[in-house]
């Protein structure tokens, strides 16, 4: 089975944690002889390509990062130039992943994309959803192994399934909420380092300010 994989990611490809998640889920989802192609709405030249693709698969995954809660404003820009299918049997999933750790900042994009497929004349396949995968970019080769097996995984699963069933995406994108216990931990202990992680990685990717400055404070009453 063929699946056309649309990135909804604004990062180019090289630095994308998406292209990365996308890549581990072909490995499994091409095992045993499926096909995959994949588009980057960050390359403005691969929106014609992607449109027609949209338009003659009928099996499509989007793949995006959380953006303020919900799809990115490249993604969305895309979808709206898109003209709903009016032939029945197109089915559409996509692959949700964020920064924070709690699967309960996805679901109000959850919510979003499931009304998705019904406007794009197309048939909902699920959302899968996976947190805590902001430093995926910035971890070491062995520990960004380790984040993306699990989406080798998946790639098996849909490819056998062609479904992200809403049981098996709830387990894969726990914790729903971060325990009580370790919240308190993390504001005792686990703050100071990870402001220190932070400081080192807006460092490298060229911060010169601050991470807590607030140039306008003084304009605010
Ligand atoms: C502008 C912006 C807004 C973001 N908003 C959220 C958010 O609301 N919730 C979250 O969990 N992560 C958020 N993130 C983190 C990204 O979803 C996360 O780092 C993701 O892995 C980035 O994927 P990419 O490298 O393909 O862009 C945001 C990142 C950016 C740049």
């Known amino acids: 089975m063929h699946l056309v994989i649309i990135s909804g990611a604004a990062r180019p490809r090289a630095r994308s944690n998406t292209a990365k998640i996308i890549a581990a889920f072909q490995k499994g989802y091409e095992e045993g002889g499926n096909t995959t192609e994949v588009w980057y709405l960050s390359d403005q030249s691969q929106w014609a390509g992607a449109t027609q693709a949209f338009e003659r698969s009928d099996n499509i995954l989007i793949a995006l990062p959380l953006y303020v809660e919900n799809i990115p404003g490249i993604l969305l820009e895309f979808l709206s130039g898109l003209r709903p299918k009016t032939v029945p049997g197109t089915r559409l999933a996509f692959l949700l992943q964020g920064g924070f750790p709690e699967a309960?900042?996805?679901?109000?994009?959850?919510?979003?994309l499931e009304t998705l497929p019904a406007l794009l004349?197309?048939?909902?396949?699920g959302t899968l959803i996976k947190g805590d995968l902001f430093g995926l970019s910035l971890t070491d080769e062995k520990s960004r192994a380790?984040?993306?097996?699990?989406f080798t995984e998946m790639g098996r699963y849909y490819a056998k399934t062609g479904y992200f069933d809403k049981s098996v995406v709830?387990?894969?994108?726990?914790?729903?909420?971060?325990?009580?216990?370790?919240?308190?931990m993390y504001n005792l202990i686990f703050r100071h380092i990870s402001r220190l992680f932070m400081g080192r990685i807006a460092k490298k990717l060229g911060c010169r300010g601050r991470l807590d400055d607030r140039p306008y404070a003084s304009c605010v009453r």
């Open 121 to 125: 004349g197309c048939e909902y396949a």
């Open 146 to 150: 380790k984040l993306l097996a699990p």
């Open 104 to 112: 309960s900042q996805s679901r109000c994009c959850e919510a979003y």
């Open 170 to 184: 709830d387990k894969f994108a726990a914790p729903e909420y971060m325990p009580r216990g370790e919240i308190r």
